[in-house]
């Protein structure tokens, strides 16, 4: 009998009413014989609800006692859904990270799954039951709890559905599928009905809310065909799988991040205290640039780096400051731009009349970072949705 | 070095404010030398809370899952006061009940504390490390979360104070101590600054809102000095000990129980459907009375529950009138009031004259339970309050 996992974002679990619904659907589809895994994220804005509390608390919290404290928002969502699964008729059990098996390195808030052991699930399914599983969340070595950082719900289902060898895994939230660009931004963005696993890995790491980059790693490796829908919206969906080449042409999507800084070092004997703290406060490097040798006169570098997942910026950056006052310079006022699509690095003609179309818009770019699936420009903040707008009606229209 | 146990209660750490407060008690502590161990609740309100949502989804939730969601509400106290603890220089590390070795069996809602495992917390006091626990919350040998019921984080307390050989076990709360009787009352109740396991384990199994009668139990076998403090107002306290025979004397104190339900039953064929229809709504049979023998005509029996720890009242009484429609009858204008004291059973002069003032002041009453440390009397709860000034004014004044 074939299982699918099903993974609930915050948005479609924001209050009782609506994981009354979310019962409600997963009823139906347990009663077409499917083994349901649910998996959950916290009610809508729990976690920033606790996140201010710490932050009241202390500016630089320890991470493992974030990770206590965020993976209760999942814990609650799970156990009334389940509450909400008995009241219908329906058998289910509610699972944490840890009982599920989740197992992952100790690296807290951030931590990567390294190994799911599934027992329990397919216990309680061979039992007949739903299982909820607390999202987000999974135990380390040491046995502490960890969390998954953005989006590390989505990487629970994904690696469950894995490790469990389900038929597919199903995303929902409140957008029915991936587009051709944010759709908050330009309104005729294009709904895409499929997209490859290595496409929607790209527009993830160039900083487009769609799935966590992780997630999507996990179902290709395990060759888990994923479909992102809306929960309350059925109708439209994408879904992610293996596509071959040729039917992969041209500009695919045009996605953006805002919160990237760059930040410059002249002083080559600082670069080791740099990639430490940063390493240390689990800020992900995405560019680094040099130019100069270490030691003379004209070295200057330069790190790009997201601060998405970084707890508190403004703390880090007065260390960063006091640290380096000379020779120093941190750059908040730029975006990036990035066009997603498939042969950019055997045909420059993306590239070339990209760069024409911003500057015909007056637009500058302060750096370009080029892969055979996507090509990433610098602009400045200001200008990074104008950006967007040029871009999607250029390529895509 | 000793060990010092300490339990917070869920108005002590109500807000960030008040956790932030605690803190700073538990640091000044830690830097006499001594190793803490602090217990603590849910923040204020959030036990109502969850439950509350819960209420909103069915009206009989699993226990299983109730016990998911509850546990909740103490992870995220420990979290945070953890980080509020390092904000202040201390090293704190947060362990959940599981995590500190706390077993029980798997009675869900109301588990029992079977065995206190405290390796992991020793490590962490080793390290020099404050450690602060998730009250109310142990872990089955089925690998679940449990409960331990109302007043269930002193128990977590004590029983964590007893396996680790703890100096003492201090349980902050808002009232410093324990009165002769309730205070919102009587307002002349006096304070009692000892009181012996045995005479508070009565209090509270005649509902005194004081501690949690296993909690007591643990103590009591562990010869743990307990001490009842109030949080923010230091000063008085109740220590709570083994007392010597001779030291004790007449009557302590006058405490009551409102929540209490008397179920007659007069048809012996549903005495079994009623005796298991309590038990699997684990509803404690305080007393239970029976004439005539099973099967005669003039067969009746009655049983006092108490409905504190039952989730849903209302919906068990519903199925008590269903089910047993011919020969039942739920008495629910009944409370207990309690004469708290020693030497009960050997002399009759405290029952006599309990009676004959409570007839002088027209409070009539339904069923006498007596032991040598208490004499429990049934009367109109309408009349309880009164009842309960009129005894305390008479005999302790």
Redesign the interface.
């Known amino acids: 009998m074939g299982i699918i996992v099903q993974k609930y974002g915050g948005s479609s679990v924001a209050d009782?009413e609506k994981?009354?619904r979310i019962s409600e659907i997963i009823a139906a589809i347990k009663n077409t014989g499917k083994d349901v895994v649910a998996v959950v994220s916290a009610m809508g804005k729990t976690t920033n609800s606790?996140i201010e509390?710490?932050k009241?608390?202390?500016p630089n919290?320890?991470r493992?006692?974030?990770d206590?404290?965020l993976?209760?928002?999942e814990?609650?969502t799970?156990?009334?859904l389940?509450?909400?699964l008995?009241?219908l008729g329906v058998e289910a059990?509610?699972l944490?990270g840890s009982?599920a098996g989740i197992i992952t390195n100790d690296r807290h808030n951030n931590a990567r799954v390294i190994e799911v052991r599934p027992v329990r699930v397919q216990d309680e399914l061979e039992k007949g039951k739903v299982v909820v599983i607390g999202g987000f969340q999974g135990v380390s070595y040491k046995?502490d709890?960890t969390t998954l950082g953005r989006g590390g719900s989505d990487t629970s289902a994904v690696a469950l559905a894995a490790a469990l060898n389900a038929e597919r895994c199903e995303i929902y939230s409140d957008v029915d599928g991936v587009y051709t660009t944010d759709p908050n931004i330009v309104e005729d963005a294009k709904h895409l009905p499929e997209i490859s696993y290595q496409q929607i890995q790209e527009m993830a790491e160039a900083g487009a809310k769609v799935l966590n980059a992780q997630a999507v790693q996990f179902a290709k490796e395990a060759k888990i065909a994923l479909y992102a829908r809306s929960t309350f919206k059925p109708g439209k969906e994408t879904l992610i799988k293996d596509i071959s080449k040729k039917e992969l042409t041209g500009v695919l999507a045009v996605v953006y991040e805002k919160e990237i800084i760059r930040i410059y070092v002249h002083d080559s004997d600082k670069i080791e205290w740099v990639l430490n703290y940063l390493e240390e406060n689990q800020i992900p490097i995405k560019e680094f640039q040099q130019s100069g040798l270490a030691g003379d006169a004209g070295f200057k570098c330069s790190f790009i780096v997201s601060t998405t997942n970084v707890y508190d910026w403004e703390k880090v950056k007065e260390t960063f400051e006091d640290k380096l006052r000379e020779g120093i310079y941190i750059n908040e006022s730029l975006g990036a731009l990035s066009i997603i699509g498939e042969g950019f690095s055997r045909n420059n003609n993306v590239l070339l009349e990209t760069f024409k179309l911003l500057q015909k818009n007056n637009i500058n770019f302060y750096g370009v970072n080029t892969t055979s699936f996507r090509i990433s420009i610098l602009v400045e903040r200001d200008l990074l949705e104008e950006a967007v707008k040029v871009c999607h009606g250029y390529w895509i229209g």
């Open positions: 009782v994981l009354k606790l509390m710490a009241q608390i202390s919290p320890s493992r006692e974030m206590m404290l993976s209760t928002g814990r609650t799970m156990a009334l389940c509450i909400a008995n009241e059990i509610s944490t009982q046995r709890i």
